[in-house]
């Protein structure tokens, strides 16, 4: 059975942190990349960032700089450290795992994970 719960989100003003949590059971952080996604009102649903199963990562532009993806393994969990959030951060944000022959890899493209979680929101406004 997999499961991923998010957690961690929240209001928070321009220029303030959130760190957001996965927990993920029936996977194995050795074997199977997570990633962020996140989706907001009217747009498509977008990668923020991904580990690899190697502990390689992957960050979108418009957060590179501003964002660490981490993990524990003893925990199975991976975290999202948000600095620096901006009002265009605003989103529902996912966590997401592959399955398949590849699912130690990252990849960009949302058809490619199999497992999501609920969704945390995360709010930027003053």
């Known amino acids: 059975q997999v499961q991923l719960v998010e957690s961690g989100g929240g209001l928070v003003q321009p220029g303030e942190s959130l760190r957001l949590s996965c927990a993920a059971s029936?996977?194995?952080?050795?074997?199977?990349?997570i990633a962020w996604f996140r989706q907001a009102p009217g747009k498509e649903r977008e990668e923020v960032s991904c580990?690899?199963?190697?502990?390689?990562?992957r960050y979108e532009d418009s957060v590179e700089g501003r964002f660490t993806i981490s993990r524990d393994k003893a925990k199975n969990t991976v975290y999202l450290q948000m600095n620096g959030l901006k009002p265009e951060d605003t989103a529902v944000y996912y966590c997401?795992?592959?399955?398949?022959?590849?699912?130690?890899?990252?990849?960009?493209?949302?058809?490619?994970?199999?497992?999501w979680g609920q969704g945390t929101q995360v709010t930027v406004s003053s």
């Open positions: 029936g996977y194995t952080l050795n074997y199977n990349a």
């Open positions: 580990i690899n199963a190697d502990g390689t990562t």
């Open positions: 997401a795992g592959r399955d398949g022959m590849y699912s130690i890899w990252c990849s960009p493209t949302p058809s490619d994970f199999v497992s």
